[in-house]
């Protein structure tokens, strides 16, 4: 097999370990690990902190890491991001003309948003061949949160030259089929677009049975059903029928709702509980990655949410870890949309309308008052991992892609 030279661009990498980095170091290591010439184009900040200033140019398990600077005013407010991504684009821009030469693979993440805009214009003066990774796809995301600080003129302008980088690409690979859709609908070339989804590792992040669990035990939920949303507390959520089904199963002792995490929704979520004097809600820290397996066991049911007007652009990645630990999920979301279809498809949860509290309510308590019923749910979550989501399989998809 001929050794390739890939060049992959994100803002996060190793030694962060937020889940998009992890997605990178995996993939990089590996393929670094077969010999090919694997370089990362990232910053020098972790995503957790922005002051952290990591060595400017490494070699880690043998790829080599081109650390750029940036500015550092970090997500507190928009106008300090919009100069962190600017500051990135230029660096990032300049070290990836330096190094990509003839026929190299350049990878292009979607951290910072639109950096397949450079990357596509550099790849043509210097030959090389452009590969999209889309997480998320933007200006949309933008767009759906109401986040937009420009004219639709402009708006317009940004995903005709987003579409036009997508279309440069020798491939773009999603999340699903729901992303593909959209890819579609923008006319981009179905033979330019590859599903590979992100992954959990299965040597690594396995079931945990509750009388096994440190965690479960450490926070006195031994003798409950727990319900648990774990991940990021984001605006792409709705939570606010997660906090009514919390409300309306106050006085059942049993059900217990844990979130796990952090996020822009933590704080308002945090006042509910305390005005409605909620005793059935617990909030827990992000956990060490090292500790997934076992805070992911401590559920009995996830939850996850993401808004409809957010399906084909977001993929939400915690659904992988649900399924590597055999637990049921319940979705709220668009039905037709690339988690539910799953769901619905395979059994291993419920979806449910985003906005239907008294579904949420019924679908809790029936897998709170059969444990056969979610015991049976969880055991098709993890067949589901083991056929579609392992790291193994998404390792060898993206090794055919990038070598083949």
């Excluded at 490494?58 to 600077?69: D, E, K, L, S």
């Amino acid at each position: 097999m001929a050794k390739k030279k890939i060049i992959f661009l994100n803002r996060y990498f190793y030694p962060d370990d937020s889940d998009n980095s992890q997605l990178l170091a995996d993939l990089a290591f590996h393929l670094a690990d077969q010999d090919h010439i694997v370089y990362v184009i990232t910053s020098r900040q972790r995503y957790d902190n922005t002051n952290a200033n990591l060595d400017a140019r490494t070699i880690t398990r043998g790829v080599n890491i081109y650390r750029v600077w940036t500015s550092s005013f970090g997500r507190a407010n928009l106008l300090g991001r919009a100069f962190d991504y600017s500051s990135f684009y230029l660096s990032a821009s300049w070290t990836l003309f330096r190094l990509a030469h003839k026929g190299d693979l350049v990878v292009a993440k979607t951290d910072p948003p639109l950096i397949s805009i450079c990357a596509a214009y550099i790849c043509k003066l210097r030959r090389a061949q452009l590969i999209n990774w889309l997480q998320v796809l933007f200006p949309e995301v933008a767009g759906a949160l109401d986040m937009k600080k420009f004219s639709d003129k402009t708006y317009h302008y940004i995903k005709k030259i987003r579409n036009s980088s997508l279309r440069r690409a020798r491939k773009n690979v999603v999340l699903g089929d729901a992303m593909k859709r959209v890819l579609w609908a923008n006319r981009i070339n179905p033979s330019k677009i590859r599903v590979i989804h992100n992954w959990a590792d299965e040597k690594t992040i396995k079931p945990v049975e509750p009388e096994d669990n440190y965690l479960r035990r450490s926070w006195g939920l031994n003798k409950k059903f727990v319900v648990c949303y774990s991940g990021g507390m984001g605006r792409a959520h709705n939570f606010d029928v997660i906090m009514s089904a919390a409300e309306k199963l106050r006085n059942n002792k049993q059900i217990h709702f844990l979130f796990i995490g952090g996020g822009a929704q933590l704080k308002t979520l945090q006042l509910f509980v305390v005005d409605k004097m909620l005793e059935n809600v617990m909030f827990q820290p992000n956990q060490e990655p090292d500790q997934l397996a076992v805070s992911l066991s401590v559920a009995d049911v996830h939850l996850i949410s993401l808004k409809p007007s957010l399906e084909g652009l977001i993929v939400p990645s915690k659904f992988y870890g649900i399924t590597a630990v055999g637990r049921p999920a319940i979705y709220l979301g668009d039905q037709i949309g690339e988690i539910a279809s799953i769901i619905q498809e395979t059994s291993c949860g419920y979806a449910l309308d985003g906005d239907d509290t008294d579904s949420l309510v019924e679908s809790i308590s029936s897998l709170a008052d059969d444990p056969d019923l979610c015991r049976g749910m969880g055991i098709e979550a993890r067949k589901l991992f083991d056929q579609r989501f392992t790291k193994s399989r998404a390792l060898a998809d993206w090794t055919q892609l990038l070598t083949g």
